[in-house]
C-alpha cells in the first residue's frame, strides 16, 4: 500500500497532496487491524475497492520512519506500494502538512485519520491494542457524512 513516511525521504518520493488527486485519505496506523476475516478476502476487496471509489477516498498507510511500504490489504486494494512524503522540503512553509504530521505524532499508538484533500483532518477514530470492531465500510460512511454540504435555512 502506499505509506505516508514521517521521516526524511527523497524528493523523487510523491507528495501526499499530489497523490490524493482531490480524493480524502484513510491513513490507517495497522490497517491489519481492518482487515475482515468474515467474507472471502477477494471479494471484499472488490466491495472496498468499489466503495473507496464511490467516495472519492483513498486508503493508506502511516509510518512515523522510513522504511519499507506497507504490503497489506490496502496495497492490494490500490496497488500501489510507493512511499509518500507530507511535505516538500525544508525551506517549503506547507502549513497545513505540517500540522497534519504534529497531529499524527500527537495520536495514540493505534489510529485511523480521515483527512481531506487539503491535508486537514476531518476525523479520528483512536482505539487499542485489541483492534476494532469498525469496518473500513462504515469509516467511508463517515467521509461521506463529512462531505455532505450542510443544510441552509429557507428565508423567512
Known sequence: MATVCLGDLDCGAPLLRDWLG??????????????DQGLEHDRW??????EFRARGA???????AAGDADGGW??????DHRLLRLHASAGVADLPA????????A???RFVLIVDDSLRRRGVLKYGAGG?????????????ALRRPYPTRAAA
Do not use: K, N, Y
Open 98 to 105: 505540517r500540522s497534519l504530521r504534529e497531529d499524527i505524532l
Open 22 to 35: 482531490g480524493d480524502w485519505g484513510l491513513l490507517f496506523s495497522h490497517p491489519l487491524d481492518f482487515q
Open 107 to 109: 495520536m495514540p499508538p
Open 58 to 64: 483513498r486508503p493508506l498507510c502511516c509510518r512515523a
Open 74 to 79: 490496502v496495497g492490494e486494494l490500490t496497488d
Open 45 to 50: 476487496l472488490d466491495i472496498l475497492r468499489q
Open 132 to 144: 476494532s470492531r469498525i469496518s473500513p465500510l462504515d469509516l467511508l460512511a463517515s467521509i461521506a
